[in-house]
């Protein structure tokens, strides 16, 4: 996973080591520990008010944690992005005002330490055509890629980029992910956060999910599938309740909607056989993998319901 | 530095591209010097004085134009700034820290060079006659007396939320304005009143240079002091904005 970048402690381009954030009452982020290995394309995944936006910020210096440390290419966050090793797409706010987009991204090529030559920045951000437009008047899937011109306009090892996607249209968000896979090709690591799940599942080679504050799953897109009960089984049986399913081996989560039942499993063979041995004999079998989108949502709810309901850090920011 | 200065040099094109800048910084000030000074007798003096009430809208016309340019458009942009996250994505860069509030102090500092300017040139244009010293004189103590509200602009804009701005800014505009003899000359109680304020202190300085009248040291102390007292409400709030975005 080495890619000869100038690295920290094993290489790793960011390190969360017991990173706890609170706001006053509330824990944002709890006891954190992550490591992202260079040249990996991280997606971060969570529902709203997880920590997500947190832990960004604190990886990019803007939030200082409450207890723990935060390492970016072995520094502390500030002095990494001072060294130009960091491109960032923050969020949400509008862009400069009375500026040509052409202009934005020239000032931000030269706050940069290594800065890139602007018209390839605009070509590579797909913004060449609306380079003498104003900066603060333009579309939300335009105003995106403008900020992604931004988080790229000099050549940082580490782009990271807060919900890029948002407001973006399906071909512009094609365009958007084809860009970010040449930075990857280029050997950049990249860390980004998203709600749109098939992102994550198609671009990131590293899943990270959190959930209420805390580290849930880390891994491939396949291993959190697999975390999350691996298959989901569905068929129909008249007459049967819940409570006499609920014995079946490997079970994660159980429906039973009029005659159908739906079944959550971490291993559908011996859950399966275990209904036929029990005696019933189901009609209209599937059996089906989960998409990323429902291992999240599985493994959330089951970390959800795991504890009983506290302070969430929904709204902390 | 490189920095710095590369922002700078994009607020102050900004500034000249923004049209309600130019209406705040230049137009509306000559305007009105050119309404109040056309209203007077060439050489008709102002009670009590030896200036001609020209001479002295030049000056406060002038000080006018440096008072919005310094305070108004610096307020509305950090303010606005701030609120839209520009700041917080300037701190993912290689910017120093204090970077951002250099380039609005820089920026303010070149935008009072043309709103004093241009006063001048039309009131040269209408017959005010004064030595090239007198009008370099002029020129540097509105100058340099407009970092007051260049503090000022800096403490109101990290100070004052985005959508308190605009009022704020005007009441400091019109009232320190009128209270400062911007408008016409004071006599009485309100010149009383306006004599505590940088805006009147700003002003008299500058009438008193060039009309070679004896300048009173508590005048310049009193602009002084609000030159300290404002930069140091602008350091306060400027940290507490910076550790708040």
Do not use: C
């Not at chain 1, 290995?37 to 200082?64: C, E, H, W, Y």
């Not at chain 1, 706050?111 to 920045?121: A, E, G, N, S, T």
């Not at chain 2, 005007?170 to 911007?182: C, D, K, M, N």
């Not at chain 2, 009143?193 to 070679?212: C, H, W």
């Amino acid at each position: 996973m080495t890619t000869g970048i100038r690295g920290g402690p094993q290489g790793a381009a960011v390190t969360f080591e017991n990173v706890t954030k609170d706001y006053g009452q509330v824990r944002a982020v709890d006891e954190l520990s992550l490591d992202i290995a260079q040249g990996r394309t991280v997606a971060f995944l969570g529902p709203n008010g997880a920590g997500k936006s947190t832990s960004i910020d604190m990886l990019l210096g803007l939030r200082r944690p409450t207890s723990g440390t935060v390492r970016v290419f072995g520094k502390p966050p500030h002095d990494a992005i001072t060294a130009g090793h960091v491109g960032a797409m923050l969020q949400s706010g509008g862009l400069l005002s009375d500026v040509t987009v052409r202009e934005l991204v020239t000032l931000m090529s030269r706050l940069h330490p290594r800065p890139l030559p602007v018209d390839d920045v605009l070509e590579r951000a797909n913004i060449t055509e609306i380079a003498e437009r104003k900066a603060d008047k333009l579309s939300g899937g335009q105003t995106q890629r403008v900020r992604f011109a931004i988080a790229i306009a000099g050549d940082s090892d580490l782009i990271v980029l807060d919900e890029p996607t948002t407001g973006m249209d399906v071909e512009n968000r094609q365009i958007f992910w084809a860009a970010m896979k040449t930075q990857a090709e280029r050997g950049k690591t990249i860390l980004f956060a998203t709600h749109y799940l098939e992102e994550a599942d198609q671009i990131a080679d590293q899943v990270v999910v959190i959930n209420k504050g805390r580290l849930l799953a880390n891994g491939t897109a396949a291993d959190i599938k697999a975390q999350a009960g691996f298959q989901k089984i569905s068929f129909r049986l008249p007459g049967v309740t819940r409570d006499r399913l609920l014995m079946l081996p490997n079970v994660v989560s159980l429906e039973v909607i009029n005659e159908r039942v739906l079944i959550q499993t971490s291993d559908s063979d011996k859950t399966f056989y275990s209904i036929l041995d029990a005696g019933y004999r189901p009609e209209e079998i599937e059996i089906t993998a989960l998409g990323l989108e429902q291992a999240f949502v599985a493994i959330t709810q089951q970390d959800n319901g795991a504890d009983a309901p506290e302070a969430r850090a929904e709204d902390a920011r | 530095m490189t920095g710095v200065l590369a922002l700078t040099r994009l607020e102050v094109l900004r500034a000249l591209r923004n049209r309600r800048v130019m209406f705040f910084t230049i137009l509306y000030p000559t305007v009105l010097f050119l309404l109040s000074a056309s209203a007077t007798k060439a050489g008709q003096t102002v009670d009590g004085t030896n200036i001609s009430y020209r001479t002295y809208y030049l000056i406060a016309y002038a000080s006018f134009g440096a008072l919005g340019a310094a305070l108004t458009t610096n307020a509305q942009k950090i303010a606005t700034e701030r609120k839209e996250g520009w700041i917080r994505q300037l701190r993912l860069t290689a910017l120093p820290g204090n970077g951002y509030v250099l380039s609005k102090i820089a920026s303010a500092t070149l935008a009072t060079v043309p709103a004093i300017i241009i006063v001048f040139v039309v009131g040269a244009s209408m017959g005010v006659h004064l030595s090239f010293a007198k009008w370099v004189t002029a020129f540097l103590v509105l100058w340099i007396g407009a970092l007051a509200f260049t503090a000022m602009g800096i403490a109101i804009g990290y100070g004052v939320p985005q959508d308190s701005v605009q009022m704020v800014n005007i009441l400091v505009y019109v009232a320190g304005s009128f209270l400062g003899g911007q408008f016409f000359p004071l006599t009485g109680a309100l010149e009383s009143i306006g004599k505590v304020l940088p805006t009147y202190q700003v002003r008299q300085l500058a009438t008193d240079v060039i009309s070679g009248a004896h300048v009173p040291s508590s005048g310049v102390a009193i602009l002084l002091a609000w030159t300290a007292g404002a930069g140091t409400l602008a350091a306060l709030m400027y940290r507490r904005g910076v550790d708040a975005d």
